[in-house]
């Protein structure tokens, strides 16, 4: 039986109630009602979704974040310069998603341009976090984690340029993989930093979010920065297990300052992975204390180029005004305040007599930051971290704040800026909120990291 | 490195924003406190030997494989999928000031 039989529309299976399904209705009365996270900012209607193909994804809803281009739903990118804009096109994932029978179920709320690690930054209101509403889910893709979270969908789609993918897979207790970049193509992507952006995957299990990786992955001929390389069966490597593998224990992400509760659960995660097989040893990573600096400096470089498109000219819904540089002032008034923070801080790096200061050192740190890696993985299989200092922090704590907003990402960053893939999976709950543990691989390491994640994930699965 | 209120003004008309006065202030107040901590970068000249970033390339195959000439497909889509398009180009609104003749 299958939907390409007619025995099923694409529509019914989207529309039936019952099994822990969740229709679109579903959705829609959910997002609507009292209950509403503002996970989404748009739900398909049923005549969104045909046609698609037969594949492992046939039927299944999986949730888009607003900044991947659907030419059949908004794509805002959280801000209000994109409200109402229909791209003309699709991303190549969307494409592959519906090639392999996947339903576009809607578009999830973001950080404006992927800009913060609350969703407090969306022009649309932010995301609550489905374990504790009064928390922010993470960020940026924090609907998508959202999402997956409340049950409203299985798998989503999100976008990782320093952690916006695997941070809120943490705070909501579910599974987030960032690939390696050139991994999956980012055409269709709404660019924040070209050399960071990834597209990532978000699933309730280790299995779901490593099913929907090895569905989007893969060369794209309108991606230049996207590999030729094939894609494995990552579904496999979910279940393989992991005896012999070295698991390295970077001592520069765990500091002191770490709260006591924290520690006991990175380190009962420890004692899993060993007693699934695993040895775990020590190792150094120097060039980490300097991560977030050279983030902020690269990505803002990036943006402040990236984003110049929306101009009310190329990009941008226009405000009118007398006079052309007015005109792109107005229109450009419609940025929020972190957007505008970061244009800002990237205009000034990159300006001159600065831009070695700045950009320079930041390059060659960055290089540095790869080189720790590669020197770590010539010991290890793969390392094991934090995703978070912290587990889901109240609404509104830091949205004043941006640096305490900023190293946030502390332990994600260092992935963007060396390329490698990273993993988030539950490890646990710290007073009632979900816990992330990352496993961070080798360049094209993917199946090692969803193999720790997936050894792991079995181990509490068994206490249950 | 600090920023004053006149250099963050400078630096918003480079990005063409225009910022309001009280925008202006606390944007002073935030770039200084990121700038703050964006300087530890400096630290690392003195302590640890910054490697060439050239290097990262070594590593991400996408980046720095050979290249390899075909068709170009991206030379064919605009006018594939472009709201209006004409002669080889996009066609927007005119700007203000600006008549669809070309003439100011």
């Not at chain 1, 599974?175 to 050399?195: C, N």
Request: proline share 7%; with cysteine; glycine share 10%.
């Amino acid at each position: 039986m299958s939907l390409q039989d007619k025995v099923l529309s694409s529509s019914e299976v989207l529309n039936f109630r019952g099994s822990g399904f969740r229709s679109l209705d579903d959705i829609k009365e959910l997002e609507g009602g009292r209950e509403g996270l503002n996970a989404f900012l748009a739900v398909a209607e049923p005549e969104d979704l045909e046609p698609c193909g037969q594949g492992p994804l046939e039927g299944v809803m999986v949730a888009l974040k607003d900044n991947i281009c659907t030419n059949r739903l908004p794509t805002t990118c959280g801000s209000r310069i994109l409200e109402g804009y229909r791209s003309p096109y699709e991303a190549t994932v969307v494409q592959r998603l519906r090639q392999a029978g996947a339903l576009i179920a809607g578009k999830t709320n973001l950080d404006e341009f992927g800009m913060g690690s609350s969703t407090e930054n969306s022009a649309f209101g932010p995301t609550l976090n489905p374990v504790d509403r009064s928390l922010v889910p993470g960020g940026s893709s924090g609907g998508s984690a959202a999402a997956v979270a409340a049950g409203y969908v299985r798998m989503a789609l999100g976008s990782d340029t320093g952690g916006s993918v695997r941070q809120p897979a943490a705070f909501c207790g579910v599974v987030g993989i960032k690939p390696t970049y050139g991994r999956i193509s980012r055409y269709g992507l709404i660019a924040f930093a070209s050399s960071l952006d990834q597209i990532g995957t978000i699933g309730a299990t280790v299995l779901e979010a490593s099913l929907l990786l090895e569905v989007v992955s893969g060369h794209d001929t309108r991606d230049s920065t996207s590999a030729e390389k094939p894609v494995p069966r990552y579904r496999d490597a979910a279940v393989q297990g992991i005896e012999g593998m070295v698991v390295g224990i970077p001592t520069e992400y765990f500091p002191e300052q770490l709260d006591p509760p924290v520690r006991a659960l990175l380190d009962e995660a420890c004692e899993r992975l060993v007693a699934a097989g695993a040895e775990v040893r020590p190792v150094s990573l120097p060039h980490t204390e300097f991560a977030i600096p050279c983030y902020y400096v690269l990505a803002t470089a990036e943006a402040s180029s990236n984003l110049a498109r929306y101009d009310g000219v190329r990009f941008g819904a226009r405000l009118p005004a007398e006079g052309l540089d007015r005109m792109y002032e107005l229109t450009r008034g419609n940025f929020g305040a972190e957007v505008k923070r970061r244009i800002m801080l990237g205009t000034y790096v990159l300006s001159s007599g600065y831009y070695d200061a700045y950009y320079g050192t930041a390059q060659r740190t960055r290089a540095s930051i790869a080189h720790d890696f590669t020197a770590a993985f010539n010991e290890v299989d793969v390392l094991f971290t934090p995703t978070s200092p912290t587990p889901a922090f109240p609404l509104g704590e830091r949205v004043l704040d941006p640096v305490a907003m900023y190293l946030s990402d502390v332990f994600t960053v260092t992935a963007n800026l060396a390329g490698i893939p990273g993993l988030s999976v539950p490890i646990g709950t710290v007073g009632g909120l979900p816990l992330g543990g990352q496993l961070l691989g080798p360049w094209w390491g993917e199946s090692h990291i969803i193999a720790a994640a997936g050894a792991l994930e079995a181990s509490y699965r068994e206490d249950t | 490195m600090s920023v004053s209120a006149r250099d963050v003004q400078r630096i918003g008309e480079l990005a063409r924003l225009h910022l309001e006065d009280d925008e202006l202030k606390r944007l002073t107040s935030d770039l200084n406190a990121i700038l703050r901590h964006v300087d530890s970068l400096r630290d690392l000249g003195s302590t640890k030997q910054p490697e060439d970033s050239s290097q990262i390339g070594s590593k991400l195959e996408s980046v720095s494989r050979e290249h390899v000439e075909g068709p170009d497909k991206l030379r064919e889509m605009p006018a594939d999928f472009a709201p209006e398009w004409k002669e080889g180009f996009f066609l927007v609104p005119a700007p203000p000031g600006v008549h669809p003749s070309g003439d100011q």
